[in-house]
């Protein structure tokens, strides 16, 4: 069946490194994906969002790149900090992937 | 900054017993959620529902699964007779755009332990 996936399940940076967190979907109809945060013991928290009819998409130290050539998505994040450590998930319009943590070292 | 409640925050249970999880979504969404999340794994898809009716609901949301809107206030989870593979975070969430696209706020959850 259709899926949302995660290619690493952890990502380990060094402060103020950029991170790159990446994800592939099956659906080449999907047209909607989102990234969120999630901390320790809390619900999910969204960061950005892309639709199908760009490529990129940026904000606040994100940047979301969308490859629908070879259906595979990906969040950067800038200068890394210590509160970005987190899973972060990302979803194809409700139905979520498998979820990268990151680890952020000082 | 309006948010998503949701109580209890803890529940146990033992197996067979039903149990209802509660949410107050952001007062002027209108597509509401529930998730959830079994102890370090993904979060998975429910059911959504607008309109006072289910609008897309997973497979995991059975027979055993309802979900209710009975004010203008709260949105509910009953599982009806609980397993113990139901053990997990259950996530409300609520929108206030579209049904499929724009930001979706979570609560913090309700933690459902089956015994």
């Known amino acids: 069946g259709e899926s949302v996936g995660l290619h690493l399940p952890t990502l380990s940076v060094q402060e103020g490194d950029n991170s790159i967190i990446n994800c592939a979907y099956s659906n080449s109809a999907s047209d909607y994906f989102i990234w969120y945060k999630q901390e320790s013991g809390k619900g999910p928290q969204f960061i950005i969002d892309i639709r199908s009819n760009m490529d990129k998409r940026q904000g606040q130290r994100v940047t979301v790149l969308l490859n629908k050539t070879v259906k595979h998505l990906s969040l950067q994040i800038a200068a890394t900090q210590p509160g970005d450590s987190a899973v972060y998930f990302c979803?194809?319009?409700?139905?979520f992937g498998a979820g990268t943590r990151l680890t952020v070292k000082p | 900054e309006p948010e998503v409640t949701q109580t209890p925050s803890h529940q146990v249970t033992q197996m067979g017993q039903e149990v209802i999880l509660r949410c107050v979504p952001i007062?002027?969404?209108?597509?509401f959620y529930w998730y959830r999340q079994i102890l370090g794994q993904k979060v998975e898809f429910l059911v959504s529902?607008?309109?006072?009716?289910?609008?897309?609901k997973s497979e995991i949301f059975d027979d055993q699964f309802s979900v209710e809107r009975p004010d203008g206030s709260n949105f509910t989870l009953k599982i009806r007779s609980t397993k113990l593979e139901d053990s997990a975070m259950y996530f409300c969430?609520?929108?206030?755009?579209?049904?499929?696209?724009?930001?979706?706020?979570f609560g913090e959850g309700s933690r459902l332990t089956v015994l």
């Open positions: 007062s002027n969404h209108l597509y």
């Open positions: 969430a609520s929108r206030g755009q579209a049904r499929d696209t724009g930001e979706l706020f």
């Open positions: 529902f607008y309109n006072n009716e289910i609008s897309e």
């Open positions: 979803a194809e319009g409700m139905r």
